[in-house]
């Protein structure tokens, strides 16, 4: 059974920092194009950082450019999201999500996580 947990979420003031986990079972992330996503309250969700197996390649929303960094650790079978200088507008429910094609220019996402929140907020 495929599983994706996050894990890492909770309540930070602007301009702290925070580092999200995706901890994959019943997978090899690795093999995956493994993505960020976050839904705010009353919006979309919408894509954040994305990270492809295929060639390695980072992607990242404009609002993530800067501040946001996906990285992967083999050997957990586990991808990060470190989060810096985080504003309000961070503030949603963050998934986790894989796609067997690798790439994250072509990913529909097989699998999804249940979410963790972030709320920033002084």
């Known amino acids: 059974q495929v599983q994706l947990v996050e894990s890492g979420g909770g309540l930070v003031q602007p301009g702290n920092s925070l580092r999200l986990s995706c901890q994959g079972s019943?997978?090899?992330?690795?093999?995956?194009?493994v993505a960020w996503f976050r839904q705010a309250p009353g919006k979309e969700r919408e894509g954040v950082a994305c990270?492809?197996?295929?060639?390695?390649?980072?992607n990242y929303s404009e609002s993530a450019k800067g501040r946001f960094t996906i990285s992967r650790d083999y050997n957990q079978n586990t991808n990060y999201l470190q989060m810096n200088n985080l504003k309000p507008e961070d503030t949603g429910v963050y998934y986790c999500?894989?796609?067997?094609?690798?790439?994250?220019?072509?990913?529909?996402?097989?699998?999804w996580g249940q979410g963790t929140q972030i709320t920033v907020s002084s």
């Open positions: 999500a894989a796609d067997h094609r690798g790439n994250c220019r072509v990913a529909v996402f097989d699998y």
């Open positions: 990270i492809s197996s295929s060639d390695g390649s980072r």
């Open positions: 019943g997978l090899t992330l690795a093999l995956y194009a």
